[in-house]
């Protein structure tokens, strides 16, 4: 049936979450109570948001918060700030949020956070009183113990320090472990910007492994050169992988010997564009994600290998750096194309895994250098890479399919030891 689904069914968050779910929760056999419990979320706020316009004119916008689940520990995701947010996308990109927390098996549950809004038209005070009356309305589920929101689309550091004073102005003292993703000098940590890119470097290592390739020999295209691709392009031109494309939205760049990534950056920095850079030549951005190369990392946005052009990916490692770049149909393809496929929830969890580290610093007011930091990264990556394609071979199921039984089999652990409170 779902074959047969047009494509923008296919892209629905919401189902990718369902199918991915269900397909965990029928190889673990599981109940149809804990499916259930395990299915719904926990908790969800939507809040009405007046604020008052630069021109004198008084606008409502809609806000969300969704724990999906808090049985491991406080609710832990980003805020989005978007036109088109739905209660049904910020529910699904919760469901995400606790299973990748149980696949680095870090002591979060998972939660999220949207407001129906155009920030690209809003001025820097209307944002500010907006996140100011969106963090006071979801007041009572936010907190270092119970909720911990980050930086999603649209916001960001910045954003970050207005929530974090507006709850510490209700509660009377500062309380920097309340957010994620913060400034520096409001406690944010070190390490926290190349978190996502390094976790990718970090599992595409340990692929490596298993196909005897060493990174001189391996070469890789990169879709997305903004935080995480860029990062991801940085890292491993420096651990000296090949990096033979970068694809952009508005075009493509390619050198079969590997790209220098940092002329590159310097390229963009000042013509605003990775095209015309001349360590390069242009390529069709649309052709370019097909490139026959040993490791693809979309790390842009979601949807983008689909049922249509799965078929055509001439990778043999697929890490995907963004959150669901892959839609449930094209799984599919990509297992008959017998592409090993590093999922979401463990490969971009590099990022997660430092806010946990910044909560971490927050509430003992002690801070970490950068290479505890990335130790302590590694560790966790390579251990989370480790127990999935463990899990993997175990039970006979691909890389993604693992990592969700892993994530479902935790968070049914942590629920049946909690024992229902009635
Ligand atoms: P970003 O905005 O910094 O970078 C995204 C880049 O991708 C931009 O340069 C943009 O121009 C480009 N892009 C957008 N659409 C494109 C397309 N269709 N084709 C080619 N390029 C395109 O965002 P980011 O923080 O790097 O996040 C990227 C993805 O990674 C998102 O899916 C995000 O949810 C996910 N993610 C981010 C983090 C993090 O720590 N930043 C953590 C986990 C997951």
């Not at 036109?83 to 979060?108: G, Q």
């Not at 750096?321 to 393809?333: F, K, L, S, V």
Request: hydrophobic share 40%; charged share 25%.
């Amino acid at each position: 049936m779902l074959a047969t689904l047009p494509l923008e069914q296919e892209k629905n968050p919401w189902l990718a979450a369902e199918v991915r779910f269900n397909r965990a929760a029928e190889k673990l056999k599981m109940d149809d109570g804990m499916r259930k419990v395990l299915s719904m979320p926990a908790r969800e706020i939507t809040v009405s948001i007046p604020v008052m316009l630069d021109d004198g004119r008084l606008e409502v916008f809609i806000g969300y918060r969704v724990q999906h689940s808090i049985a491991r520990g406080p609710g832990k995701g980003g805020i989005r700030y978007a036109p088109d947010v739905s209660l049904d996308e910020v529910r699904a990109l919760a469901s995400w949020m606790t299973w990748k927390c149980a696949v680095v098996n870090i002591p979060f549950g998972g939660a999220k956070g949207g407001v129906i809004c155009n920030p690209n038209l809003m001025s820097d005070n209307e944002l500010e009183r907006l996140t100011r009356r969106y963090t006071a309305g979801i007041i009572e589920m936010i907190g270092p113990e119970r909720d911990i929101p980050a930086p999603d689309m649209n916001t960001n550091e910045r954003v970050m320090a207005w929530i974090m004073d507006t709850y510490a102005m209700h509660v009377g003292h500062a309380t920097t472990a309340v957010v994620t993703g913060k400034p520096m000098e409001l406690g944010g940590s070190r390490g926290r910007k190349e978190a996502t890119g390094r976790g990718c470097m970090i599992v595409t290592l340990e692929a490596l492994k298993k196909f005897g390739l060493r990174p001189e020999d391996t070469r890789v295209v990169i879709q997305g050169f903004g935080n995480v691709g860029g990062m991801a392009a940085r890292l491993m031109a420096r651990a000296g992988f090949r990096i033979i494309g970068i694809v952009e939205y508005n075009g493509a760049v390619y050198n079969r010997n590997g790209l220098d990534i940092e002329a590159l950056m310097l390229h963009r920095q000042e013509t605003g564009s990775i095209v015309g850079f001349d360590g390069g030549e242009d390529i069709d951005r649309h052709e370019a994600m097909f490139l026959d190369c040993d490791v693809l990392v979309p790390a842009a946005t979601e949807n983008v290998i689909t049922s249509e052009n799965a078929a055509n990916l001439r990778c043999r490692i697929l890490c995907e750096g963004a959150n669901g770049p892959t839609t449930a149909i094209a799984d599919e393809i990509l297992a008959d194309k017998k592409i090993f496929v590093i999922p979401d929830i463990l490969a971009n969890a590099g990022g997660v895994t430092v806010s946990y580290f910044e909560w971490v610093q927050d509430r003992q007011g002690f801070f970490w250098n950068e290479d505890l930091v990335n130790s302590r990264l590694e560790e966790i990556m390579v251990g989370s890479f480790g127990a999935v394609t463990a899990y993997g071979e175990k039970h006979r199921v691909d890389n993604r399919t693992a990592a969700y039984m892993l994530a479902l089999d935790r968070v049914g652990c942590a629920m049946r030891l909690r024992g229902l409170y009635a």
